[in-house]
């Protein structure tokens, strides 16, 4: 079994069993400034911080590649809705400073089987860096 990275308890693996890996990740930061209006002049600009880095990708989930959609879809609300700050770790990297707080997920179901669960789904998901006080 080959594991590409995990988010928290969420593996990115492929075997010959198993595929859930990610793509289309973007890595996002930004700095921060502030200006200040001054009279009869330029305004100055004034270097206030950097915001947290941000990160998004697509992951691939299917059952006929030995996934349950639904089960790491619920994993990610868990983090989501319980503001719980995870490791992100792709290839043998970790990323960010700390952790990251998962800000949203966008799940597109593809297929169902016969009962109407989903047999397969790309979740896209956005994540901010967690940095510690």
Known sequence: MG???CLGDIVFTVSD???ETINNV???????????QRHGTHALTEFTGLDPDKMTFDIVLS??????????????????RGGIAVPLVIGNK???????????HKMKMKTYDGRGNVTSATVSVSLQEYLRG
């Open 63 to 80: 059952a006929y590649l030995g996934v349950d959609p639904i089960a790491e879809v619920v994993k990610l609300w868990n983090y989501e």
């Open 94 to 104: 970790g990323y960010g400073k700390y952790r990251w707080s998962v800000l949203d």
């Open 3 to 5: 594991m590409v990275g």
């Open 17 to 19: 069993r198993t595929i």
């Open 26 to 36: 973007t890595w996002s930061g930004s700095a921060r400034y502030a200006t200040h």
